[in-house]
């Protein structure tokens, strides 16, 4: 008999609980008692609500209180010595410390260095080793979330992040290969394994999300040796569990691995059936990822079942495709969604109901196989649904020309001219665009959207919020103004509210990181803008003060990747859709006098696909659609764009290709070191490396921003550089940031006077 299982589960809460207790305790308004407490009701809440959705077996050790490949790091004492102190009387108050920094009048400790999780939009901190790094065991957590969930009556199984993923997601101190520690920490695994057998554990499942990657020798050598050791001990059964893609030519390695079962992803790669049924062998279980955790649609019941049939009696257990963390909890929250759209979709519960259907179904189930034909019927009428298409753009997106997505004038000419149009000093400072949104602020925009107040109380209010956030950037001294973005809920979210063919649920949170959480739009049909989106309130900034004033726009890349995507067309047409209705905001700001428009691409790198192969053809559409966003303007104009934590090598031509006058990168955690990527490519156009942390809330001192500065310019020349914060100021508070922008601006002046000098 098939059961039903998953790899893991949304930690917040389906309305942000968890979110709600860490920013609590941070304010020193609860306890480290009540945080914890928080998170047990949370575990103990949606363990039942996987039991009652149908779910045989629950993973326990899948709950974070920020990010479970921080959880991995202490748990196997990876503690950087400058935070072990911090540990020793406090384990919490050091977990935190290396989540978001410290400082206080004994500590002064950045976080660990954060970037995204494969291709998807949650951020992890990176494990940092020493030269010398040893491993033990550190707490119980594993152990007791176990026994909480068997206290509750419930069948667990552990999970825990494989050792060959948790090493090369990590990076070491002397920049050495991190598998090169892999004997030092199997011990710890081993001890960690046993202490569940001990336990009671029957099964426990080890994510090797790396597998689907392009491996070299030493990667597949690394995999053999740490699983040979795993099976040597006394533990648990191994289900080897991978995701986000197609195991490929790693498969031949996966099918000789010591293991008791293997969990595939066969929501982005069904296709990979049939091989791993000819080469796993036939005496070990397989575990199929048959719904899709990472978007908001309904299944094809009647593909997955399909699936299902085809393995047989090979299948142990029906999953999603990876961790449900990617998703929001339950789609019983929402009220506002309109038919047929919401019929059309599920959430994390929802996807459980569907896979306790497909088990029920596949083992002849007559109310099940009828439950199937009902949820088809709703999928079929969301895809039919008339909402779904616009003749008008799908006629414009036919016309596009290679033209439309290029500046004319190549950029040192351009460049000229606007330094003649904007006459900047040299090192500009600036912001990323969005400023401290208040409480205050919070409340307007909800009490304007309930109706509780006026456009013309709302305006005015903007408008005051904006002038002093003006007032304050210039006495800071910035060379280049933002409005604030005070009327934005969120980069992405604002834009999709105000374009058509998107929708917007109330609850539908996922994490980001840590205590950051983001409300995806629903991108379910074609994309136009039927209006203005962004043009009033800058046009209004730009008449209260002399200082240019950027245009701020989210680049359509980043639009696409940080929605939930409909799947009935090629991603690459939406992009060009969103592209397509961006190109009409930026033409419409210059008209309006903009000299400087910044269309943010965060999560360019982040959309590249886990297989080399695969790069080239996303990294050209994604330049296509930067280029018909940003294209048509003048060369006057000055655009900019900026990116999140991003291995660049990776990207950087395509970076180059974009042809931004200016982009803005965050490297202040990486202390400067993703700038190298940039030094070797010798990129030509204006660059403005991150010089603080936005994401802690330590303030930097000028003379900390003055040497990362030095070590811009030796690998950056002072004529392309520009100065900034590595991303929005939005979450932090007005007294952290005018202190850190004003070290920003000294530390800048400081450095100027050096350059005349010399």
């Known amino acids: ?72 790091a202490v748990l196997f004492d990876a503690i950087p010595p400058s935070h072990r102190d911090v540990f020793e009387p406090d384990p919490l108050a050091g977990y935190f410390a290396l989540a978001r920094g410290l400082q206080d009048d004994q500590h002064d ?28 065991l550190r707490g119980d957590k594993p152990l007791a979330e176990l026994r909480e969930a068997r206290a509750l009556g419930l069948e667990a199984r552990p999970v825990l992040l494989g050792p060959v993923s948790f090493l090369k997601l990590g990076k070491r101190e002397d920049g050495g290969c991190p598998l090169e520690l892999l004997d030092a920490l199997l011990p710890a695994y081993v001890h960690l394994l046993e202490q569940w057998k001990a336990e009671g554990a029957s099964w426990v499942q080890i994510d090797e999300p790396c597998l689907v990657l392009d491996l070299g020798d030493a990667d597949r050598d690394a995999y053999r040796r740490a699983f040979a050791a795993l099976a040597a001990a006394d533990i648990p059964q191994i289900l080897l569990a991978t995701y986000f893609g197609d195991l490929g030519d790693n498969l031949e390695l996966v099918a000789a691995l010591p293991v008791d ?19 796993w062998p036939a005496e070990q279980s397989l575990s199929l990822g048959v719904v899709d955790g990472r978007n908001v649609w309904r299944t094809d019941l009647d593909a997955a079942l399909a699936l299902v049939h085809t393995a047989g009696s090979r299948v142990r257990w029906l999953a999603p495709s990876c961790s449900l963390l990617h998703v929001p909890i ?29 088990a029920d179904a596949h083992a002849g189930d007559a109310a099940a196989a009828a439950a199937v034909a009902s949820a088809q019927a709703a999928r079929t009428a969301h895809r039919n649904a008339p909402e779904l298409g616009n003749a008008t753009v799908r006629a414009r997106l036919a ?17 000229r001219l606007q330094h003649e149009r904007l006459a900047l000093p040299p090192l500009p400072t600036t912001t990323i665009g969005s400023f401290p949104q208040l409480s205050l602020v919070r409340k307007a925009r909800a009490d304007h959207k309930a ?91 730009q008449s209260r003060t002399q200082y240019p004033v950027k245009g701020m726009l989210t680049g359509p890349v980043t639009i696409l990747q940080w929605s939930f995507v409909r799947d ?24 309006a006098g903009i000299a400087i428009i910044q269309i943010d691409e965060p999560a360019l790198r982040e959309g590249l696909p886990l297989r080399r192969e695969d790069w080239p053809r996303y990294l050209a559409w994604a330049v296509e659609a930067f280029g018909l966003a940003a294209g048509a303007v003048a060369d006057t104009t000055q655009i900019h764009t900026h990116m999140c934590y991003a291995e660049f090598n990776d990207i950087i031509d395509a970076v180059a290709a974009l042809d931004a006058d200016v982009i803005s990168i965050e490297t202040s955690r990486s202390r400067m070191e993703l700038l190298d990527a ?81």
């Open 1 to 72: 008999m098939i059961q039903v299982t998953h790899l893991g589960f949304p930690r917040i809460g389906a309305r942000r609980e968890l979110k709600q207790a860490l920013e609590s305790f941070w304010k020193g308004q609860t306890t480290s008692t009540d945080l914890h407490a928080t998170a047990r009701e949370l575990r103990a809440r949606h363990w039942q609500l996987a039991r009652n959705a149908g779910v045989d077996v629950v993973p326990c050790n899948d709950f974070s209180l920020y990010d479970h490949v921080l959880d991995t």
């Open 109 to 136: 400790l950045h976080a660990l260095e954060m970037t995204k999780w494969f291709d998807s939009n949650y951020h992890y901190l990176v494990p940092k080793f020493q030269v010398d790094q040893t491993f033990r």
């Open 261 to 279: 079962a293997l969990h595939i992803d066969l929501a982005r790669a069904p296709q990979q059936l049939s091989r791993v049924l000819e080469a």
């Open 330 to 358: 339950d789609l019983e929250l929402e009220r506002k969604l309109p038919q047929p759209l919401r019929g059309g979709m599920a959430f994390a519960r929802q996807k459980l109901e569907e896979l306790r259907l497909l």
């Open 399 to 415: 016309g596009l020309l290679p033209a439309m997505s290029q500046r004319t004038t190549p950029y040192p000419q351009r460049a």
């Open 451 to 541: 109706g509780k107040l006026d456009d013309a109380g709302y305006r005015m209010f903007l408008e005051r919020e904006i002038d002093n956030c003006l007032r304050e950037q210039e006495a800071i001294g910035l060379d280049v103004l933002v409005h604030g973005e005070f009327e934005r809920n969120d980069m992405v979210e604002y834009f999709g509210e105000q374009l058509d063919g998107f929708a917007f649920t109330s609850h539908g949170w996922v994490q980001s990181y840590g205590s950051r959480c983001v409300k995806p739009p629903v991108l379910y049909g074609d994309v136009s803008r039927p209006r203005a989106m962004t043009v009033e309130w800058t046009r209004y900034a």
């Open 568 to 591: 009935d067309q090629p991603r690459a047409d939406t992009c060009r859709q969103i592209a397509l209705a961006l190109r009409d905001e930026v033409l419409e700001l210059e008209a």
């Open 678 to 758: 940039f030094a070797r490519f010798r990129y030509p156009n204006g660059i403005g490396p991150g010089v603080y942390d936005i994401h802690a809330p330590r303030v930097p001192s000028p003379t900390e921003i003055g040497e990362l500065l030095g070590k811009a310019l030796q690998v950056i020349p002072a004529a392309q550089l520009w100065v900034n914060p590595d991303c929005g100021l939005k979450t932090r508070g007005w007294p952290e940031v005018r202190k850190a922008l004003s070290a920003m601006v000294q530390a800048t002046r400081e450095l100027r006077l050096g350059l005349a000098a010399s």
